[in-house]
């Protein structure tokens, strides 16, 4: 059984820099793709970005203009989300999300029901 458990969320400033990480367990990831959602009070939940395990190869949202940067830890299979230059509209809950990899595009994988497992959750708020 897969398990996802994220961590690193908090209360941080306008402009400030947070990493999530998202501790992985239950399988060999090689042949999977993980990612990362967000959650705000009014929105679905949205995509963030994700990453392909066996090779590194990302995929951003378009929102992200370069402010965070997916990255994964086979050793420690553990994924990270560095997010740097905070706004108050990054607050939300993040999720963390893993299935696996068919091998087509990237793109395919920024949709909230493709991915089969999912973590509970962190919460980041950014005060303004």
């Known amino acids: 059984q897969v398990q996802l458990v994220e961590s690193g969320g908090g209360l941080v400033q306008d402009g400030d820099s947070l990493r999530l990480s998202c501790a992985a367990s239950?399988?060999?990831?090689?042949?999977?793709?993980m990612g990362w959602f967000r959650r705000t009070p009014w929105k679905e939940r949205e995509f963030v970005a994700t990453i392909r395990w066996s090779d590194g190869r990302t995929y951003y949202a378009d929102f992200m203009k370069g402010r965070f940067t997916i990255s994964r830890d086979n050793a420690k299979n553990t994924m990270y989300l560095q997010m740097n230059n905070l706004k108050p509209e990054d607050t939300a809950v993040y999720y963390c999300?893993?299935?696996?990899?068919?091998?087509?595009?990237?793109?395919?994988?920024?949709?909230?029901?493709?991915?089969?497992?999912w973590g509970q959750g962190t919460q980041v708020t950014v005060s303004s």
């Open positions: 239950g399988r060999a990831f090689s042949t999977y793709v």
């Open positions: 999300a893993a299935r696996r990899d068919y091998g087509g595009r990237l793109d395919y994988y920024g949709i909230e029901s493709r991915y089969d497992y």
